[in-house]
């Protein structure tokens, strides 16, 4: 069996690919804009892809032949999607058209996985927490939106041309490795900068009250495989621990593990336009086709983000 990831060099992507390789999956990725941080002993065939030209997809599925084609290519961030829409639009929305597109012209017929966001549901009311696949949607950012055109292009090809595609919803996922530009790991940098006297002791932060539905990137990953294998064409899955915590409480774990003397102060600068005070996911669909659940505790999580800053400063 032969996979393609999109966006393979991104934070998810590593760890996807290193899980497939696992159960002898052989894995293509494509790759756009930085240096490609794999080698030839990862067994890892990259390509490199600006999924916004349909010519240079086509000539990457024409080479690789995917049985499954898993889509990380994105702008991920909601924040960076507030300051530029544009590139959140047309990575995001033309990207994926272009691929779905590809496909259908080429005659090819992979499982792909379109991966969307929790963003999706934006606003939700306590009484509707946790969060199925049948809630409105209330996008409150540009990248919410884009993701929300992804999975209805996504069901309009699946309705068009019975093409065997998959919509994920995905809530927040943390692990090491992951840009500084997410709460969790934007935190851990600046502790591990502090212990290392690069900054002052002094972390500035934004909404600490937001509610967030926290799941370790190698439990995220192992939910994309058991969905490739077993989810059923056309549907939605939301793909999340099912436990939310604040934002707080992120800052505080990773605090209690550090014997640095940090002050804490507020920077409005990181206060979004518009958040959603609370996420939480009910994965009851995904854990009942393929009896997922997450393995990996928040704190033992935090614990080796923390951990891959201080060997990587």
Not at 89 to 114: A, D
Not at 221 to 250: F, W
Request: charged fraction near 25%; charge should be negative; aromatic fraction near 10%.
């Amino acid at each position: 069996m032969k996979a393609l990831i999109t966006g393979v060099n991104g934070f998810v992507g590593k760890y996807l690919s290193d899980y497939l390789i696992k159960k002898s999956i052989e894995v293509w990725g494509t790759t756009y804009g930085v240096e490609n941080i794999f080698n030839e002993t990862n067994d890892i065939i990259t390509r490199e892809l600006d999924i916004a030209d349909i010519q240079e997809v086509k000539k990457v599925l024409v080479e690789c032949k995917p049985d499954y084609i898993f889509h990380l290519a994105a702008q991920s961030s909601a924040a960076i999607s507030w300051k530029n829409p544009q590139l959140t639009m047309q990575v995001n929305i033309n990207g994926t058209l272009n691929l779905l597109q590809s496909v259908r012209e080429l005659g090819i017929n992979p499982r792909i996985l379109l991966i969307g966001s929790s963003e999706e549901y934006g606003f939700v009311r306590p009484e509707d927490i946790p969060v199925n696949e049948m809630q409105a949607l209330k996008p409150s950012n540009p990248y919410a939106i884009s993701k929300i055109a992804q999975s209805m292009m996504g069901e309009l090809y699946v309705k068009a041309y019975d093409m065997d595609i998959i919509m994920v919803r995905a809530f927040n996922h943390i692990g090491p490795g992951q840009s500084s530009i997410f709460v969790a790991s934007d935190f851990a940098k600046k502790i591990a900068e502090i212990e290392k006297g690069i900054v002052q002791p002094i972390l500035m932060v934004g909404n600490l009250e937001a509610r967030r539905d926290f799941t370790d990137v190698r439990d995220i990953v192992r939910a994309y495989y058991e969905l490739a294998k077993k989810g059923e064409q056309g549907d939605l899955y939301n793909v999340g621990s099912g436990v939310s915590y604040p934002i707080q409480y992120i800052l505080d774990t990773l605090l209690s593990i550090t014997n640095s003397k940090i002050q804490v102060c507020e920077d409005f600068n990181k206060m979004r336009p518009s958040d959603a005070p609370i996420i939480e996911c009910d994965n009851t669909k995904l854990k009942n086709l393929t009896g997922w659940y997450p393995r990996y505790v928040i704190e033992d999580t935090l614990r080796d983000i923390l951990d891959f800053w201080r060997d990587n400063i």
